[in-house]
């Protein structure tokens, strides 16, 4: 088990929008986190990433009980959330975003250092002097996940990676990511508008409807259920 959430509740203000999600996952699952817009898809993966206290419930990964465990050091365990709207220094080139980053999560040892990115990403390569914010849509997104895959990712959270990616590179991120999560043993959440390529890579669904979970089972349960005609 990477990855246990446990009756957890989360909100805004005097807003409670999440209550009562539980799941389990184990290394190497990749999990397509899926719902309508404002579901609490965005609002659960804040939670785990300690970006959002929890209002009740908990967060274990790797066996550890999370509590209120600051956000650099859930990223030092493994925990990584590429989140919705990127987090990139838009102003520093794509070589100087990887080195920051990379001076912070790169360990001894470490799954993927700065070289391993760049193979991972030959287009990064290429874009080294470029400043981030002046790149595609698709390129700045491509930089997010480099920077995510930095150090060494255990449980990559992704929050609707494919906005703004044509469909062939999203099919090539997909593959790249399911490729990692065979090779390394490394956990996948994947909150994604474009369902079709989430399920592709997917071994598991969860579908969340109003803040709660409606529906936890394999890919081709989830076709066959009564909460497909939602998508
Ligand atoms: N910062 C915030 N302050 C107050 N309410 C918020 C905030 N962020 C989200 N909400 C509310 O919480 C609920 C769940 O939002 P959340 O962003 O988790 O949904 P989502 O499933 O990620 O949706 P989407 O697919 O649109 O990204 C929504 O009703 C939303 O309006
Ligand atoms: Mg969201």
Known sequence: MV???????????PKTVVSDVSFTLEPGQILAFLGHNGAGKTTTLKSIMGLLPLRSGSVAFDGQVLGRM?????????LRLLPEGRGIFPDL????????????????GAMFGIADVYKLFPVMDERRATRAGSMSGGQQ?????????????????????????????????????????????????????????????????????????????????????DFWSYF
């Open 70 to 78: 600051s956000v650099a050091d859930r990223i030092a365990m493994g």
């Open 141 to 225: 997104q491509m930089l997010a996940m480099s920077l995510a895959m930095l150090g060494t990712p255990r449980c990559l959270m992704l929050d609707e990676p494919s906005i703004g990616l044509a469909p062939n590179l999203v099919e090539r991120m997909f593959e790249q990511v399911h490729d990692v999560c065979k090779s390394h043993a490394m956990t996948a959440v994947l909150v994604e508008q474009n369902v079709a390529a989430a399920m592709k890579i997917a071994d598991r669904v969860i579908i969340m409807n109003n803040g709660a979970i409606v529906f936890d089972g394999l890919p081709d349960e989830a076709r066959a259920s």
């Open 93 to 108: 080139t794509v070589e100087e975003n990887i080195d920051v980053v990379a001076a912070r999560n790169v360990e001894a």
């Open 3 to 13: 990855l246990r959430l446990s009756g957890v509740a989360a909100g805004y203000g």
